[in-house]
């Protein structure tokens, strides 16, 4: 197991950090390690390029509203922009600045050919109706359209979006340029997508608990698992891991959870949620609050769901043994020092849910190639990537005695920063 070490004071004691400043915090400490030049640092803390724009939709009742959008490329040094799209009340400008840098980060520590973008609209797409959210798509495509092709930006799925809103972006980009499957990854399988992809979050997410367990010292068969979230990531990630003979004990959903420490049936459970559009009041365990479940006694949590659920106030209740960061950022700066201290290990977000984007990776070079991969050569190039990955970070935090999430930063940020100077940026 890694050597923890304490962690400084952050600069910014005084005030609450944005979520950019809470990404910019790693690599700055990356970037100390690194010994980089102020120059050179300042360009990889700083977003290349942000477009803003409105987003009118007619609504199914004639009125119109006018929603914000977003798309921010924060480095494209290692390969075209790669990032998903967003749509969600909070998905504001620094937040999708903040998941931009991450993507960057993540892109080179999987070794991928891609640099960082993301984008988002701020909605509630669940207040939306299918064709509300189709003519919302098709608006915020037609403008960010010019910062978009299959190699300078390719959009993907990310919160509060799927494979038909990718559909509806790749329809409405050929619309204007032709066809292009390339330009968009998280597509149905009918239009190009892969094989794989709509599983691929979660199952990393195995893959990394699975090559960790040894490190952990842990039998991942007989450890009891807690997921806050059951989207697509939290789903995934239970049916995977369910698959490898873990056991899951707790699950939630927006709008609660279910936790039995003997076991759940996750069948039964997706069985529930598709009759009911939820799994909180499901009978198979004791009811729980989200806030509860980050609090159960466990061998593994797994956070799949939003940012920042793990902070200074519940940080000190954990009661996990290790954590496998599913969502991204999930865990603010102030939490990420108690648990430090209280040596319980992180396993970050640009590692543990860098599944989706190595498959976008494949999907993106299957359109190129016009050729079709099976599933099972999807499964077996996915499972390479990570543990490729997972490797390079746990040597590193072993070698140099620092935190699984200070090496995953520094191995990306070395990465960017080579390419840069190999450029001639600077």
């Keep these: 197991m890694a050597t923890i070490t304490s962690r400084p004071p952050t600069p910014f004691a005084n005030r609450s950090l944005t979520p950019f400043e809470e990404v910019n915090y790693f ?13 050179l640092r300042e360009m990889l803390r700083r977003t290349w390029r942000e477009l803003g724009v409105q987003v009118p939709v007619r609504m199914d009742d004639g009125r119109i509203e006018v929603f914000n959008g977003y798309r921010v490329q924060h480095n494209g040094a290692r390969g075209p922009y790669k990032g998903g799209v967003r749509y969600h009340p909070l998905a504001d400008l620094d937040e999708v600045r903040s998941l931009a840098s991450l993507m960057t980060w993540k892109n080179a520590l999987l070794n991928l050919p891609f640099g960082g973008a993301k984008g988002g609209v701020q909605c509630d797409p669940t207040r939306l109706s299918e064709g509300e959210l189709n003519r919302l798509t098709r608006r915020y495509t037609a403008n960010i359209e010019h910062l978009l092709s299959p190699h300078r930006d390719i959009p993907a799925p990310d919160l509060g979006t799927n494979a038909q809103v990718m559909a509806w972006m790749m329809d409405a980009y050929g619309q204007i340029h032709g066809h292009s499957p390339a330009i968009v990854t998280g597509k149905p399988v009918e239009l190009g997508g892969s094989l794989g992809r709509e599983a691929a979050t979660g199952r990393g997410v195995s893959i990394i608990l699975k090559e960790a367990a040894e490190d952990l010292e842990m039998d991942p068969k007989s450890a009891g698992i807690v997921i806050q979230g059951f989207g697509n990531v939290g789903y995934w990630a239970a049916h995977s891991l369910d698959q490898m003979g873990c056991k899951i004990i707790a699950v939630s959903d927006v709008n609660g959870g279910v936790y039995n420490p003997s076991g759940l049936d996750v069948a039964r459970l997706v069985k529930y949620r598709d009759r009911n559009g939820t799994i ?44 496998l960061e599913a969502a991204n950022h999930p865990i603010t700066i102030d939490a990420d020092a108690i648990l430090n201290d209280r040596r319980i290990p992180v396993l ?9 984007v190595t498959v976008s990776y494949f999907e993106w070079t299957q359109n190129l190639q016009e050729f079709h991969w099976e599933e099972s050569r999807v499964n077996e190039e996915l499972h390479k990537v990570m543990v490729t990955a997972y490797d390079s970070v746990r040597q590193k935090a072993h070698a140099d005695g620092i935190t699984y999430r200070e090496a995953a930063f520094e191995i990306g940020v070395e990465r960017v920063a080579n390419v840069v100077k190999l450029r001639g940026f600077v």
Excluded at 294 to 320: G, K, M, W
């Design 280 to 323: 909180a009041d499901c009978t198979e365990g004791d009811c729980v609050s989200n806030e509860e479940m980050l609090e159960l006694p466990c061998d593994v949590l797994v956070p799949a769901a939003i940012d920042n659920v793990i902070h200074a106030e519940n940080a000190p209740r954990i009661r996990a043994n290790v954590i």
């Design 348 to 356: 970050p977000d640009i590692l543990v849910n860098g599944g989706g």
């Design 27 to 39: 690599v700055d400490r990356a970037a100390d390690r690194l010994n980089l030049a102020d120059g």
